[in-house]
């Protein structure tokens, strides 16, 4: 009986607890998605730099700058992004889209060009709702102004319309694999002109002209999955940058980040590090700390130079072994006696010096001439008596 009362009782927490989990649910967004493979601010960052729309078009498919990483097709190869083009009045409408089939087309993202009557310019990079969900919007900021402006508003301007489809493509691309996400992240941050501002914003400058030209939009992905949808991927958040601020698992930190960090950007490049300041307030310079503890930043004039040893003079490792001590020679006394000459240096104040070795060769000189002189009396003397002794034999 007692067993049957436990088992029911431990069914009941378990049913209680998972209520409790059930009411607790939380949606969490996945690490990964499907607008991470096109950064919008790389978008607008080529848009800048583009002489013309054709231009544009070659910069995002340019397979050395690999901008974009969209492989919507599962065909392990990047997707083809095609650049259309919208007019209405004083307002172009630039289309990006992702070629994924013969006749299949991907909306992207727009790029909406606006000029007001004052003659300003404004820019919005708009994400496609089903890629990157609703009004999620940058709005770049140029530092020169952009060449391509000079483009739109000409006379008998036609809109610009990709010639490039399936299978068809121009002649300096091929394809690549894409990355993982995390690389691309890394990766796309190198293209992104950072001199430039990009501005998150909520409101459409040109709704209206985009709600002309949604009827007309490519959505091939779209129709094939339809719930892959931002919305539906995504439960929970209204697009893009509510899923970065929100997301659970985040890139790793910046290089500037990293760096703001580091300990050494609080100090100037200049100032000497704390430990060796420390060691030259508590060890101050005297004859007994040898040289390579001292510090070099401190001037040479704080120590005297007339009565202390060699040790303390930093200039005193030019001079020969065999000088005379300093505190008696008249290089100490005279602080510029290190750069005068050898000869300069008297030769009394000196046991050891230079003086000393020269007056003990000067009896080495003289001697030899004494010598000399009695090597050449001695042979006259011996002849003389020779020739005397030679001439008595002579007589006798």
Request: glycine share 4%; with cysteine; net charge positive.
């Amino acid at each position: 009986m007692k067993t049957k009362l436990l088992s029911i009782s431990a069914l009941a927490m378990l049913s209680m607890t998972s209520l409790f989990a059930q009411e607790k649910t939380t949606v969490t967004a996945s690490s990964a998605d499907i607008s991470d493979n096109l950064d919008l601010r790389a978008i607008a960052s080529v848009f800048g730099d583009a002489s013309n729309l054709e231009d544009f078009e070659n910069r995002i498919n340019d397979p050395k700058a690999q901008l974009s990483n969209l492989d919507l097709n599962n065909d392990n190869y990047v997707d083809y992004l095609r650049v259309i083009e919208s007019v209405e009045g004083n307002i172009h409408l630039v289309i990006v889209q992702a070629v994924l089939d013969k006749d299949v087309y991907q909306d992207v993202a727009t790029i909406e060009i606006e000029r007001d009557r004052n003659n300003r310019v404004q820019v919005q990079v708009v994400g496609d709702v089903y890629m990157y969900g609703q009004n999620y919007i940058y709005e770049p900021v140029y530092v020169h102004t952009p060449v391509i402006y000079n483009t739109f508003w000409v006379t008998n301007y036609r809109p610009y319309c990709s010639s490039w489809y399936w299978n068809y493509y121009p002649s300096y691309y091929y394809y690549w694999n894409p990355f993982p996400v995390f690389r691309y992240r890394n990766h796309i941050s190198v293209h992104i002109n950072f001199g430039h501002s990009y501005h998150y914003v909520t409101h459409r400058r040109c709704a209206s002209v985009y709600n002309n030209y949604y009827g007309r939009r490519g959505n091939g992905y779209e129709t094939r999955h339809p719930n892959r949808s931002f919305a539906h991927r995504n439960a929970g958040y209204t697009n893009r940058q509510d899923l970065d601020n929100n997301r659970t698992t985040r890139a790793p930190r910046g290089r500037n980040e990293i760096a703001s960090n580091e300990p050494r950007n609080s100090g100037t490049r200049g100032t000497t590090s704390t430990p060796r300041t420390r060691d030259a307030e508590v060890s101050p310079r005297s004859s007994s700390t040898p040289r390579q503890n001292e510090v070099s930043a401190e001037p040479r004039t704080s120590s005297p130079r007339n009565n202390s040893p060699k040790a303390e003079n930093p200039r005193t490792y030019s001079e020969p072994r065999n000088n005379a001590p300093k505190a008696t020679s008249p290089r100490a006394e005279n602080p510029r006696a290190y750069s005068e000459p050898r000869a300069t240096a008297p030769k009394s104040s000196s046991q050891r010096g230079y003086s000393e070795s020269r007056a003990k060769s000067e009896p080495k000189v003289s001697a030899p001439r004494r010598d000399s002189g009695q090597r050449n009396s001695t042979p006259r003397t011996n002849s003389s008596s020779r020739s005397s002794s030679s001439r008595n034999a002579g007589r006798g």
